[in-house]
């Protein structure tokens, strides 16, 4: 019933043109927000100057968590990290 009514719901979306326009600005606003996000980190690529230097700059403009104290941005606590093989 559950997957039934959901692809109903798909198959709506895909024959209203308000529901495929909602649903194709979702995916491009998603898109954008991806490619945002590389090219923040595009400074780790980047032969020609200090990587270091590009990472303080987005550190203290508050785009880069605490690496310390586990915080991100958004000041949740984040688990784990780097995997060490045992």
Known sequence: D???RAQREV????QSRE??????????????QATEKVEMWSFQRDSNQ???????????????GNLKTGY?????????GLPIPL
């Open 19 to 32: 529901g495929r326009k909602n649903y194709f600005d979702d995916v491009n606003k998603k898109r954008r």
């Open 11 to 14: 198959l709506a979306r895909r």
């Open 50 to 64: 200090d990587p270091l230097i590009a990472w303080k700059k987005l550190r203290s403009e508050g785009k880069i």
């Open 72 to 80: 991100g941005i958004d000041g949740v606590k984040r688990e784990g």
């Open 2 to 4: 559950e997957q039934l």
